[in-house]
């Protein structure tokens, strides 16, 4: 039999590097990986430069294709050099006309975003998702399953309208061992630790200077640091820090996951790395309702979420082979 071919469609470095992981678990498979990608008239606008401070391009596209090349990875871009058996991908908000001929898992990349009015309006007037953001995760209903992090958030697609029966509890990658994050070489301890967010860079409002002020609030005593979203205008944003926080440390660069290990007290809005602090058992403060987000924190499993997932995968498989291989394809092939 001929070997499967798979590909992988990465993203931000988190939704690749998930990518990646999963794609260990699949010896004997001819693998493949693309950065996101669109067609259309999005594909237009990307081309255009138009859609740079997306994953379609910039430099979430770039570190994308550093990281391929580096690990040395089979690159497919778009999918356009052969047909797969099996696509993996960690969002729907775009779904490529050339995917959906083939075996669909989504994964989930994270937190998503709170349900606004630009949610419902996507619901109820039939937009565009990505006009949503990630808030929207899911409802496509493109995907043959659905990988997600936890039963809590399974509960929360479904109560979105995902269908229940596409859904698989397995945890996530890059979020399913925080504890790996304790043994680190990152200099400092016992600070509060705040997590920016991109929000500006993607056309969202933040009053950023009334979020220093919170933070400091909270800080109280402690050190203060600063880690910024690796989409963030960085000059921008430590103009500000050093204007309301002066004595605040500001890194543009660096494991996230090990600050947050070091760390006493973990600020954030509406970030996944909430969840690394909540797994740590840090004391949190979230622009989301704790409770719901305690119950959402994805599955401990001591890192073997890219394992589960991949075994939903060599089950689309298996489940696609015995359907071609059934007396009852042979017969309906055969014309008689």
């Known amino acids: 039999m001929r070997k499967h071919n798979i590909l992988f469609i990465g993203g931000s470095l988190n939704q690749t590097t998930m990518m990646y992981e999963i794609s260990k678990y699949f010896d004997g498979c001819n693998c493949y990986f693309s950065p996101f990608y669109s067609d259309g008239y999005i594909e237009f606008f990307r081309n255009s430069g138009l859609l740079e401070f997306t994953v379609l ?9 550093k990281f391929l090349i580096e690990k040395k990875l089979e690159i497919d871009y778009q999918g356009k050099e052969r047909n797969y058996d099996l696509i993996f991908t960690c969002s729907d908000l775009i779904v490529p006309e050339n995917i959906k001929k ?11 975003d709170p349900e606004n009015l630009m949610y419902y309006l996507v619901k109820w007037l ?12 899911g409802l496509s209903d493109a995907y043959d399953k659905f990988c997600v992090a936890s039963e809590g958030y399974r509960d929360l697609f479904i109560s979105k ?3 229940p029966a596409k859904i698989e509890v397995t945890g996530i990658p890059n979020f399913d061992d925080c504890k790996q994050y304790l043994n680190n070489k990152f200099p400092f301890k016992n600070y509060v630790l705040v997590a920016t967010s991109d929000a500006r860079e993607t056309f969202k409002y933040e009053n950023r200077k009334k979020f220093i002020f919170e933070a400091l609030e909270l800080a109280g005593n402690k050190p203060l640091i600063f880690k910024l979203h690796p989409n963030e205008n960085s000059h921008r944003a430590i103009n500000e820090i050093k204007k309301y ?8 660069d660096g494991n996230i996951n090990e600050m947050i290990a070091n760390c006493d007290v973990l600020v954030t809005k509406y970030s996944s790395v909430v969840y690394v602090g909540l797994a740590l058992g840090k004391q949190v403060y979230s622009y989301f309702n704790l409770e719901d987000l305690k119950k959402m924190t994805p599955i401990q499993n001591g890192g073997r979420s890219a394992a589960n997932i991949a075994a939903v995968g060599r089950n689309l498989l298996e489940q696609n082979r015995e359907a071609i291989y059934s007396p009852n394809t042979f017969y309906q092939l055969s014309g008689a």
């Open 57 to 65: 391009g910039g430099q979430f596209k770039r570190k994308t294709e």
């Open 102 to 112: 083939s075996s669909l898992i989504l994964v989930q990349e994270g937190m998503t």
């Open 126 to 137: 039939g937009l565009p998702r990505y006009l949503a953001s990630t808030s929207t995760t």
């Open 161 to 163: 309208g995902v269908n």
């Open 245 to 252: 926080a002066p004595a605040a440390l500001v890194f543009t």
